[in-house]
């Protein structure tokens, strides 16, 4: 604090003084950070997990990683003591968000599945409607169908290939993505790819069908996106080179 003193007087009794400045120094102290309701969402979470309410097996893989990442960074955020209120805030919320977007699973989590369960899981997968789905992710189906039922057909399979084979299948038919909208015409033929070969899903092994999608656009076929990509580029290189030959020819007459 810093006192400007103008002009004192007086004795004893009467002593007075005039001030033109009064002046304080100091450094404001921030309100203190909110952290209740973060720490109570934190509890919350960590009860359900530890009563057994949730689970990783009940939901996606996505969803439930998504509520890990959140918690995770909550939990950061809870201890640092350098934190703000609006870091703590959008922990909160990201929190509270993931929770709220847990996503159930599609799939029965089984432990130690059988061959009769692994069977079950072959004969959903065949059955899901994979239209407007992403080329990758029915890939990734069409190929965990072919070593389920690589597994199935093998007499002397482990419990820990039918494990292997069960949870690559369950994941991929959580993982399937729908396409995105500019590529909804070769989902549609996506779709009607896999309509038309119900049969060979019905009876034969994913295996053949996925080198078949290849070769005879059963699956996934993408000739036709290609065969216009080419024209397209042919087409392109024709207009070029004309726009090149009537700017010599309109040259060389100038001459």
């Not at 003193?5 to 450094?27: P, Q, R």
């Not at 092994?205 to 290609?226: E, R, W, Y």
Request: net charge negative; glycine share 10%.
């Amino acid at each position: 604090m810093t006192v400007k003193v103008i002009h004192a007087g007086g004795g004893d009794v009467d002593a007075y003084c005039s001030m033109a400045e009064l002046k304080f120094y100091g450094t404001a102290v921030p309100d203190p950070v909110a952290k209740d309701d973060l720490t109570a969402a934190i509890e919350k979470v960590d009860a359900e997990l530890a009563a057994g309410d949730l689970k990783a097996g009940d939901y996606t893989e996505a969803s439930w990683t998504a509520l890990e990442n959140a918690l995770a960074s909550a939990r950061a955020i809870l201890s640092d003591e350098d934190a703000t209120q609006d870091e703590v805030d959008q922990a909160l919320r990201a929190l509270e968000s993931a929770r709220d977007a847990l996503e159930k699973t599609p799939v029965v989590p089984v432990e130690n599945p059988t061959k009769k369960q692994l069977k079950a899981l072959v004969k959903q997968a065949k059955e899901t409607d994979t239209r407007g789905k992403t080329a990758e992710s029915v890939k990734a189906l069409t190929d965990a169908i072919t070593y389920a039922e690589d597994v199935l057909g093998d007499e002397n399979a482990s419990d820990t290939q039918i494990q292997a084979a069960y949870s690559q299948l369950k994941l991929a038919i959580e993982s399937l993505k729908d396409a995105d909208s500019g590529n909804q015409g070769g989902s549609g033929n996506q779709g009607s790819g896999n309509g038309s070969n119900g049969g060979n899903q019905a009876g034969k092994p994913a295996g053949d069908k996925a080198q078949g999608s290849k070769k005879n656009g059963s699956a996934i076929p993408n000739t036709g996106d290609q065969t216009a990509a080419t024209v397209a580029t042919v087409g392109g290189l024709g207009a070029i080179i004309a726009a090149i030959g009537a700017f010599f020819h309109r040259r060389s007459k100038a001459k």
